[in-house]
């Protein structure tokens, strides 16, 4: 809902990001009530606060990620659709029908895209990515899940970290991610998304 408004109106950054802590706060609720190996975690540990403060942190930082990667058409849509299509034929079976939903969107957003995905679909792909990590207590399936996206991921953690290392003002916009520089070097939307995805399936497989 936020993200639709930030599209229509370019809301405050404090209203996006509180509202990223409140959908950060509703995830590890969910997760402690739903998942008991989760909740274990929690009430075993010493240092649940501090727990908490990074997870809304992780969570956060995934949704902007995402949100961070949805610059050229067909991109971001096509590598979730690979990695939620795996993981709902493998993990999660009810992913199947957002799967369904991202690769009719693709229809439409593969370049020369007629639509756009917005804040209103990236930061809702990021939080329901967040909140496919967080729900699951054991280190294994958290890794394959940061594991098959890493290519999303690890594009805008190191952009942020080189643009901090050249005091950078790092909520500024910018065209200094991989994908962006590829695009700005000559290739096409379809190639880099292509590339990208094939990176995701790859990293799927192994995965397995």
Known sequence: LVGFLDDRFNLS????????????????????????????????????????????????????????????????????????????????????????????????NWHPAKIFMGDVGSTFLGAVFAGLIIQKGNIQDILIRLLILSPIFMDSFFTLIRRIKNRHKIFTPHKLHVYQRLNQAGMEHSKISIIYALGVFILCLVSL
Request: aromatic fraction near 20%; hydrophobic fraction near 55%; charged fraction near 10%.
């Open 13 to 108: 950054r404090i209203i996006r990001y509180g509202s990223q802590i409140f959908t950060a706060f509703l995830i590890v609720n969910y997760s402690l009530t739903s998942n008991s190996n989760f909740k274990a975690l929690f009430e075993s540990n010493p240092l649940s606060n501090l727990l908490l403060i990074f997870l809304i942190i992780a969570i956060t930082a995934i949704i902007n990620f995402t949100n961070f990667m949805d610059g050229l058409d067909g991109f971001l849509g096509s590598s979730f659709f690979v990695a939620f299509l795996f993981l709902s034929i493998t993990y999660e079976k009810n992913l199947i029908f957002l799967t369904a939903g991202i690769f009719s969107f693709l229809i439409f």
